[in-house]
């Protein structure tokens, strides 16, 4: 089975920090994905990666960038945390053809206080 | 209007009943559907996806119907563990991104 496994589970960080959300996948995968899940909002794409040092914009990057170094690993930063990015980050991956659906990690609590 | 849209429920049923969730997509260009399941505090799995003849898997069927643009998922005998948000996801073709549904609630009665 794929494994997308994220850094944390619970993480509580200070306004104005610079935060690193980490994500690995062991099956190759060459798309991967961050989103956020907010109460009546669902889950909003951040940004997306189809390739090695590859990165393109969802629908919410503002206040955030992301790295893509090495095909398993995708990272998603916060410049400069504020309260609104208190929320759950998942991170997903898929082979080429998405049409095969994403795995999910199990997501990353944050608290930004 | 959202690009996909579910009613949020909850849709609360006793155990061993039917229930029905329908999601509607505003996009024609759509080419891939499913059905994910997220419990509590989860991160969301695939349940199945959805084809345009239908498709079965147990006590689990989604349908199709293009020309209305909604996709269905019949849960029959519910049982207490399917309790869950049920998200309704669409791709748009020629793109890798999906889109989510906001999801509907269902908990199951003992």
């Known amino acids: 089975d794929v494994k997308v496994t994220q850094s944390s589970r619970y993480l509580v960080k200070r306004t104005g920090e610079k935060v690193f959300l980490e994500c690995v996948q062991d099956m190759d995968h060459e798309n991967m994905f961050w989103y956020r899940q907010d109460p009546g909002l669902g889950l909003r794409l951040i940004y997306f990666?189809?390739?090695?040092?590859?990165?393109e914009k969802g629908d919410i990057p503002e206040g955030y960038s992301v790295s893509r170094e090495k095909k398993e690993r995708f990272s998603l930063i916060l410049e400069s945390a504020s309260t609104n990015q208190t929320s759950m980050y998942l991170c997903a991956s898929s082979p080429p053809h998405s049409g095969d659906g994403y795995t999910f990690g199990s997501g990353t609590r944050l608290t930004v206080v | 209007r959202k690009e996909v849209e579910q009613d949020p429920g909850p849709f609360n049923v006793p155990e061993g009943a039917t229930v029905a969730f329908n999601c509607t997509y505003s996009n024609s260009a759509s080419q891939s559907f499913f059905w994910y399941r997220q419990d509590c505090r989860k991160e969301p799995k695939l349940l199945m996806s959805?084809?345009?003849s239908g498709n079965e898997d147990g006590r689990f069927t989604a349908q199709l119907n293009r020309a209305s643009q909604y996709i269905s998922l019949l849960i029959r005998d519910s049982k207490l563990s399917d309790s869950a948000t049920y998200l309704c996801?669409?791709?748009?073709?020629?793109?890798?991104?999906?889109?989510f549904g906001t999801g509907t609630r269902l908990k199951v009665l003992a």
């Open positions: 996801v669409v791709m748009y073709s020629g793109t890798y991104k999906y889109i």
């Open positions: 959805v084809y345009s």
């Open positions: 990666s189809y390739d090695v040092k590859m990165k």
